[in-house]
């Protein structure tokens, strides 16, 4: 890699001086990566660089949010052409970068999906998702998945079912869990090969046995991305959102990581499993980077609203621009067919590191550039206890090589590698070395 400083860079003190100020005036709470957290300053593509003038390539791009690369000029124009003619102004007044952004939503969403509502953030867009559901339906009851993950409010928490990230007991009653579809420690100790996914068939004998029998909905992510890229049976969906359908609730789909080309060949996850939501969120990759989160659904169940509501930043015009620029560019230069050829490339390197260390890497899962990779004890003796010290060892040989990757799943021994659309094969072949060398010198077997 290229190791060049740049005057830039280079903070008084370096990575040290951020990390004690960080220390001295964030939450503890505000967890960092590594032993000894980096301070980065600068990106550009998929280069970034650090307080002491290190360069990094990032392969996980701010959890999936940097969708074409960091400071891409094309959308720093559209944010800067914006600043200078309007900030904000709130949604109490129509702007063309809205207006335009939901139009372009409206065309790209899958089936009757047509009218938006805008947030600052996945959590508000899943809790708005919530709300339309059970104004939708008249019923308060929501079925979420197990290591399922919306977000950090009182709701989202409730939703959450992952207790690392429930910093309190469920403040919201009426969500129920359901089975995650997890293969590979499938909760029902079946094999996916022949289990006729019971995990999905299992959500009928939850709504009959816990529920009043009347849902409002079910929230499930295509790809399950805190839950470490947990990816389902193919016939999952159709399967799941059926019974859901047949007891009165609607499908709500949550694309905050999987949306616009992150899981390959399409721009929305759902779009690999030929199922239609009745309502779709989304946030993370729209504007690269800038926040903004989504709920659109179909003009029925937009119109159940009929209360005043407002999001004060939801549809900013600098958001909303940066968005439009994004998508735009992601089409014209066909980035989730981009990231449908360079996740095959992915995904072939690091199947042959699970050949070279069968027993440390136990699961190589995702779709597109979306790729989750499981670490465990002992695969070949049946060892599935989660490898969470090594792991962590393995992100700090990663990080002396200069690869940046994020970590998920319940105990945080799953990889999730999900670089820029825009990256190339000779990036994708760089990351791979590295993590080769890396598992290598972390000791993996």
């Not at 990566?33 to 301070?39: D, F, K, N, W």
Request: include cysteine; hydrophobic fraction near 40%.
């Amino acid at each position: 890699m290229n190791q060049t400083t740049t005057t830039a860079s280079i903070v008084a003190g370096g990575n040290k001086a951020v990390r004690d100020r960080h220390k001295q005036y964030l939450f503890p709470g505000v967890i960092n990566y590594y032993e000894e957290p980096i301070a980065l300053v600068e990106g550009k593509g998929l280069r970034i660089r650090d307080a002491d003038g290190r360069e990094y390539l990032d392969f996980f791009g701010g959890i999936l949010t940097v969708s074409i690369g960091h400071a891409d000029d094309r959308v720093n124009a559209a944010i800067r052409a914006q600043i200078d003619r309007l900030s904000h102004i709130s949604t109490l007044y129509p702007s063309l970068p809205v207006v335009d952004l939901a139009e372009t939503l409206a065309r790209l969403t899958p089936g009757k999906l047509s009218q938006t509502y805008f947030t600052a953030s996945g959590t508000e867009a899943d809790e708005t998702g919530v709300m339309m559901a059970q104004l939708y339906t008249g019923r308060s009851e929501i079925v979420a998945l197990r290591h399922g993950y919306s977000g950090r409010s009182m709701l989202a928490q409730s939703l959450t079912a992952q207790a690392p990230w429930r910093a309190l007991p469920t403040q919201v009653a009426g969500i129920k869990h359901a089975l995650a579809p997890y293969c590979y420690r499938c909760p029902l100790n079946l094999n996916p090969s022949s289990c006729a996914v019971e995990c999905a068939r299992d959500i009928e004998e939850l709504i009959r046995t816990t529920t009043t029998g009347q849902i409002a909905g079910f929230l499930a992510e295509p790809i399950m991305g805190v839950g470490g890229f947990i990816t389902p049976p193919a016939e999952y969906f159709e399967i799941a959102v059926g019974i859901i359908r047949k007891y009165g609730g609607v499908f709500i789909c949550d694309e905050v990581q999987t949306g616009f080309g992150r899981t390959g060949g399409k721009m929305w996850g759902i779009e690999h499993w030929g199922v239609e939501p009745d309502i779709m969120t989304t946030a993370k990759g729209i504007a690269n980077g800038l926040p903004l989160g989504v709920t659109i659904a179909t003009p029925e169940i937009a119109a159940s609203l009929k209360k005043l509501t407002i999001s004060t930043f939801g549809g900013n015009p600098v958001s909303c621009a940066a968005a439009n620029a994004t998508i735009r560019i992601m089409e014209e230069e066909d980035l989730p067919g981009n990231a449908e050829r360079m996740g095959q490339l992915l995904r072939d390197g690091l199947e042959d590191i699970k050949q070279r260390f069968p027993r440390t890497v136990g699961d190589v899962r995702g779709m597109g550039l979306m790729q989750g990779v499981e670490l465990v004890e002992d695969e070949t003796a049946g060892d599935r206890t989660p490898a969470k010290a090594f792991t962590n060892r393995l992100f700090e040989e990663t990080k002396k090589r200069g690869l940046l990757i994020g970590k998920g799943g319940l105990d945080g021994n799953c990889l999730r590698i999900a670089p820029a659309l825009t990256v190339t094969k000779p990036d994708v072949e760089e990351a791979v070395k590295i993590l080769r060398e890396s598992f290598a010198a972390a000791g993996a077997k």
